[in-house]
């Protein structure tokens, strides 16, 4: 079991002090992400302040070196996320600190998160397993075919703010819990496309700034073709422009349909989860269930 998790850490004659990320001067948290060459706009830590907590580490005069927030999507389900140290105080225990303060507070509860490279051998040591790849797509897209018909017996409408429950039950299936505060921010700040059959929705995709262009997420649907219907319109919309979308889906039509459209593989970070299983294998999705085709972000899942 993890030791609790001490309020003070000395690295470098660097005293620092947890303090709560709700609290914290979100100038200061857009310096921290950028100084690791992270694309987080300040509107995108705001964003994630909103639906999650966290703590970061401060020194002695209130300048923070580094964070860690995490999402509860459920009672006994969170992501974790926006763990970072800064460079200068790298590979001296910060990292492992932050997170027994993260672990602590999220005892008993199933845990998920995408770990980069840096911060992969930190979390087997903590007991995490890694599960899956995440495939961080992106690039100045290039306008797609827009003649392909739309899915069988399909029509597309906007979806609004008032949807969400809709979407909600939805993602809940691919997702696993009903995450219905991350995608009311999501979509009060995104364009979001439903595709209908029968008056039912069966595919959405929302999109909204993020970093240095816009970020396409979460993407819901149960095939291949009506994941493309509901994220084409976003790649048209942008063409000539940056977008980003990350996913778990390697090969496929979805995948070739993003590559395509100017967004090849820029980076890869693994899913991992502690307890539970997070991701189901390959052989155990159904054919005809939903799954979740673009993550909401790395940090959200
Ligand atoms: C990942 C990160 C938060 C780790 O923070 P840290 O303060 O260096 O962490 P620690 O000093 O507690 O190190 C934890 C373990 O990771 C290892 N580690 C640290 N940096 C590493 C790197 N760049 N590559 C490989 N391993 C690394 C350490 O050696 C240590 O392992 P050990 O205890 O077996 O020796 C930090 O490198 C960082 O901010 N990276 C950029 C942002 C990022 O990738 N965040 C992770 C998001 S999932």
Redesign the pocket.
Known sequence: MEKAASECLVVDSVQMKIGNIADADLDRLHALSMA?GWPHRAEDWQFLRHVGKGVVALDDIGRILGSVMWFPHADNFATI?M???SPR?????????LMRHALTELKGCNLG???????H??YL?LGFEAEKPVYQCQGEVIEPDMQLAMPDGAGLREVHPDDVSLLGELDRKAFGAYRLPVLAESLAHSKGFGLFRNGKLKAFALCRPFGRGHVIGPVVANHDQDAIAVTRPFVAEHAGRFLRLDTRQKEGSFAEFLSRCGMPVFDTVTTMSLGQRWIPEDSAVLEDRSRIYALASQTLG
């Not at 105080?89 to 600190?97: D, I, K, P, S």
């Not at 998160?113 to 911060?119: D, H, I, P």
């Open positions: 690791v996320g763990m970072i140290t105080l790298q590979a001296n225990g910060t990292g492992r600190w998160l995408s770990a980069t490279r840096a911060a051998r930190l040591s």
